[in-house]
């Protein structure tokens, strides 16, 4: 069965500063990625997206996030956040197109100024 | 606005009773999908139907069920509710009948408190 590591439960930043959130998955081949971003009492929004093809993918918002085979990861980058990035992020994977989504335990994002 | 929607925003109920959760896809998806998130078990994936038909079933527990409609919207009945069932229900939909649309967009969900 398919599974998600998000490592960091709760990770602070400074505003302005580079963000890296980790995702690792366990899986045979490699699945469908996605990361999604949830503020306060939200839903869910999906930032980005990797089916095949380039390993670096750019989402929405500023973000981008790297496939790496070799590490089974599939890192969440953003080179300078703002206060309206805290939220929780979490990485989803599927074996498939159309299929569920198995998600990590989510990384909570604090912002300080 | 991932132009998913569900009804109702917050429900508040008793143990023992029964409550309807709606959802409606985006225009055009097919999938529908149900994911249940709590802060025990997280995001829980419960069932998917495609185009009216029951596709997968993930952690459903049998006192819940589901349903879409010809129209494609889809209800998830949860019926002699505990307390432990009190989580926010959320809704996706993904573009399982065209092109290569594979992403899920999430409702804003529902609320359930079980009191």
């Known amino acids: 069965a398919q599974s998600v590591t998000q490592p960091d439960i709760h990770i602070t930043v400074s505003e302005g500063a580079s963000l890296e959130l980790r995702c690792n998955y366990s899986y045979g081949a490699t699945p469908y990625l996605f990361w999604y971003v949830q503020s306060p009492g939200q839903g869910l929004q999906l930032l980005l997206k990797?089916?095949?093809?380039?390993?670096l993918v750019q989402g929405i918002k500023g973000f981008e996030a790297e496939f790496k085979r070799s590490q089974s990861s599939f890192n969440l980058r953003k080179p300078s956040v703002h206060w309206s990035d805290a939220a929780e992020y979490f990485c989803a994977v599927s074996p498939f197109g159309n299929e569920k989504l198995t998600f990590g335990t989510g990384t909570r994002l604090t912002i300080i100024p | 606005d991932s132009g998913v929607t569900q009804t109702p925003k917050h429900l508040i109920t008793a143990t023992g009773q029964r409550v309807t959760l709606r959802c409606s896809p985006r225009s055009g998806d097919l999938s529908v999908y149900w994911y249940q998130q709590s802060l025990d078990q997280g995001l829980q994936f419960l069932i998917q139907?495609?185009?009216?038909?029951?596709?997968a079933k993930g952690n459903i527990l049998e006192r819940f069920s589901a349903q879409q409609f010809p129209d494609l919207h889809s209800e998830l009945n949860l019926s002699s509710l505990e307390l432990g069932d009190s989580a926010l229900y959320f809704c996706a939909s993904s573009g399982g009948g065209r092109g290569f649309s594979y992403e899920q967009y999430f409702g804003p969900g529902t609320r359930l408190t079980v009191t």
């Open positions: 990797y089916f095949s093809g380039d390993t």
């Open positions: 139907y495609y185009n009216g038909e029951e596709r």
